[in-house]
């Protein structure tokens, strides 16, 4: 019974689909394992949209990779975070596909990116461009094998198809993978928002959770509301596939006020571009303060995403007095199992006086530079920095300067700079800048420096502060010890750490010659595998040196004995 309810769910999702530009049969899956996804293509993740699929891997790493189709390696890119180990193939139907956190590449790869970092001495490697001719590849060979690298919770293996004209991802559920899903999309919350000024609901000029009650599965209403002026809504909801407990994203959003379409939108593609543009899909303030994303089905003018389609003003409502209105709101995943909600709505004048009053000194015109200082500190906000004029809460007490809440969502970088001409010359050595938006619990920014100035460029408003990191890095030995003959050793590990700023950098040497440690910075590990190089003698001198991001400097030698 199972089996057909699986095949029956895909059949219907290839029937709705088929209408799509995309070759159902052209790429095989990847994995030669049922494919069940951990993230799907389009969900919501901090500040960008997922920009591929993430298909578990049995929860263990070194599954072989199958590539799907003919092609080219046509990228390599090994980093310490973001994809780790990544994979690019270029087929001849125009589209590429990535692939992401590998444990390691098909020994060819693998040989020819070793041969680079040794040359290079170092294990991140921004981009390689093989020729086509270089590492031809055939449908069904061996590419990688599946790992757990970069800025991976899992393992697991994050894959991609892109349109390689354009560099614009598309959802690699239109290709054909058979991914299992008959349950429909859960509902977490629903928001109303009160959004002209002469806007109310149930009176209230304050956005509103509203209560669900479900009628049967999948479908919900709510308590009739009352309201005038210019209303939206937004809701908080999550999808399930067969076979995992993952929450994941949607696939589509619709919204219907009295049977018509007045907003749309889904995850068919968008580019790496607008990927940004998330922070104003969601209530980004309501996702700052309680970390529940609730997408919005109305669009503000700075919103430039591309995801939208059928939008009747934006998504939002003008509520008439007197006039009864049915909104429903349609939440599809991908094979289009549904959660549908009603909301009844009757237009009722109100007489609340309510006008929200901005305070402060600070006045931002979005559409300009802006630059304020107080004392030795000053920020600097690039023109578009703020998607729209406001109000900013700018002050300095007892060493802290708070650039307002971070509960904007910001375009670009600003640069907040601190005076240190106050500061002895050791401490101008070992001081950096500090989020403290939780005091408990500082957390360094990246923190540049410049004669008396230290300063740094970031996205994120809040809480920041001069700290000082005084400890240097640890180093521990892990696999072996000082004197220790190690000829069964496959590997060499040692752990580092540091307490405060982080691992800057480290450089490791076997008998004054470097040697590839790979750092797997979620254990603190580095690994330095044997079979690199061949070692002459028995007697050699183990050396690393790890730095902080502040400059604090760990050395450690270690002697090991290896036939």
């Not at 494919?35 to 929860?59: A, M, V």
């Not at 609901?201 to 709510?222: C, M, P, S, W």
């Not at 889904?266 to 309501?286: G, H, M, Q, R, W």
């Not at 990191?469 to 750490?497: C, H, M």
């Amino acid at each position: 019974m199972k089996f057909y309810l699986i095949t029956f769910s895909v059949f219907i999702s290839m029937i709705i689909h088929a209408q799509t530009p995309y070759p159902k049969n052209y790429f095989n899956s990847p994995l030669k394992i049922p494919i069940i996804l951990s993230g799907t293509f389009g969900e919501l993740r901090s500040n960008h949209f997922h920009s591929g699929i993430d298909i578990k891997t049995l929860n263990k790493e070194g599954l072989p990779i199958y590539a799907p189709a003919d092609g080219y390696v046509s990228r390599i890119r090994v980093a310490q975070y973001g994809y780790g180990k990544a994979l690019y193939i270029n087929h001849p139907n125009g589209y590429t596909t990535v692939y992401g956190h590998l444990q390691r590449f098909a020994p060819p790869i693998e040989e020819h990116v070793k041969k680079t970092q040794y040359k290079k001495e170092t294990y991140s490697i921004n981009n390689l461009f093989p020729k086509p001719e270089e590492f031809p590849i055939k449908k069904g060979q061996i590419i990688g094998y599946t790992g757990d690298t970069g800025s991976s919770g899992g393992p697991h293996l994050h894959y991609e198809i892109r349109d390689s004209n354009t560099e614009k991802i598309i959802n690699p559920l239109f290709f054909g993978l058979d991914v299992s899903d008959s349950i429909k999309p859960s509902i977490q919350k629903l928001m109303v928002y009160p959004l002209s000024e002469d806007a109310r609901v149930n009176d209230f000029a304050n956005q509103t959770i509203l209560d669900l009650k479900e009628v049967k599965d999948g479908e919900y209403i709510t308590n009739r509301i009352t309201a005038c002026g210019t209303i939206g809504f937004g809701i908080g909801v999550f999808d399930r596939l067969n076979g995992a407990s993952n929450k994941n994203g949607i696939y589509s959003l619709e919204m219907k006020v009295n049977g018509s379409r007045v907003y749309y939108h889904d995850v068919e593609t968008f580019s790496f571009a607008e990927s940004k543009f998330i922070n104003l899909l969601i209530d980004y303030p309501y996702y700052k303060q309680f970390k529940n994303k609730i997408q919005k089905t109305h669009k503000v003018a700075a919103n430039k995403l591309s995801i939208y389609k059928d939008l009747v003003n934006q998504g939002t409502i003008a509520i008439e007095e007197n006039a009864n209105y049915t909104i429903e709101i349609i939440s599809s995943d991908f094979n289009q199992n549904t959660t549908r909600i009603k909301v009844p709505v009757k237009g009722v004048k109100s007489n609340l006086i309510f006008k929200k009053l901005d305070t402060t000194n600070y006045k931002i015109k979005a559409s300009e530079f802006n630059q304020f200082q107080l004392q030795n500190v000053s920020v600097a906000f690039p023109k578009n920095t703020f998607y729209e004029d406001c109000f900013l809460d700018f002050k300095l007490e007892n060493g802290v300067v708070k650039v307002h809440d971070p509960i904007l969502p910001l375009d670009k970088r600003y640069t907040l700079t601190f005076g240190i001409s106050h500061l002895s010359d050791p401490q101008k050595q070992q001081v950096y800048i500090a989020n403290v938006d939780n005091p408990k619990y500082p957390r360094y920014v990246s923190t540049k420096k410049k004669l008396d100035k230290i300063y740094t460029s970031t996205k994120s408003l809040g809480s920041y502060t001069l700290n000082f990191d005084t400890q240097a890095p640890t180093i521990e030995l892990l696999n072996f010890y000082n004197g220790q003959w190690i000829s069964k050793n496959n590997t060499l590990k040692v752990r580092i750490k540091d307490k405060e700023t982080g691992i800057r950098d480290y450089r490791a040497t076997i008998d004054n010659q470097w040697v590839l440690m790979e750092y797997n910075h979620k254990k603190g590990i580095l690994t330095y595998d044997f079979n690199d190089k061949k070692l002459v003698g028995s007697k050699h001198i183990f050396k690393i040196v790890v730095s902080d991001n502040v400059g604090n400097t760990k050395m450690l030698n270690a002697t090991f004995f290896r036939k």
